[in-house]
């Protein structure tokens, strides 16, 4: 088989860190998060607030949505060429890329028999309930639950443009509900991109 690059992109709490693992144990694949190549404000919150650090709670504090949508594109679009890099120097059989900068729009024409993409599609009210359990959404002060509200908008509209991307190149995509299981988006996936990793 010759090498093989597997990119996992979607927004933030539908799985991509434990698909990509689960697929990188069982085809015993190299594995990268995107996290690693450079880091944007991420998950604005923390046991406390006075844990999260200031940059970033003004980020989520003064950004109108629009504004986080545009920044955050902006940041990961600026990866591509780290994410190439990684792909040209990775002497493994198969390497496995996941994380939110991995976006179908600027991606799509680096994609062949040798790079292949899937993303992660969030169904509706999938993000909000993931992000609100995650963060103990209940238990914060009135400014902490403006900090994630914030994150939750950002992370359905950045959903809404991947899903909007992968429809406008044909690129494959899974979709995810409360119901998906672990196993079931592993076998999803699996035979989504078995045409490519037969080849």
Same mark, same amino acid.
Request: charged share 20%; aromatic share 4%.
């Given at each position: 088989m010759n090498k093989k690059t597997l990119l996992i992109g979607g927004t933030s709490h539908l799985g991509k860190s434990t698909l990509a693992?689960?697929?990188a144990n069982r085809l015993e694949a190299k594995l990268i998060s995107t996290d690693h190549l450079a880091r944007h404000? *991420?998950?604005?919150?923390?046991a406390s607030i006075?844990?999260?650090p200031s940059h970033v709670i003004e980020h989520y504090e003064t950004l109108p949505i629009d504004q986080l949508m545009q920044d955050v594109l902006a940041h990961y679009q600026k990866q591509w060429p780290k994410i190439q890099a990684v792909i040209e120097e990775s002497v493994a059989p198969l390497l496995i890329i996941?994380?939110?900068?991995? *976006?179908?729009?600027w991606l799509a024409p680096h994609l062949n028999e040798e790079v292949i993409g899937i993303w992660l599609i969030g169904k509706p009210g999938l993000i909000e309930e993931r992000i609100y359990r995650n963060s103990e959404y209940e238990g914060r002060s009135t400014r902490e639950q403006f900090l994630?509200?914030?994150f939750c908008r950002r992370s359905i509209q950045f959903n809404e443009w991947i899903q909007a991307g992968a429809r406008r190149y044909s690129l494959p995509y899974l979709e995810v509900d409360l119901q998906t299981t672990r196993e079931a988006l592993v076998r999803a996936c699996l035979t989504k991109i078995a045409w490519a990793l037969d080849a």
């Open positions: 693992q689960a697929l404000p *991420g998950r604005p919150w923390k006075d844990l999260i996941e994380g939110s900068a991995i *976006g179908p729009n994630i509200d914030q």
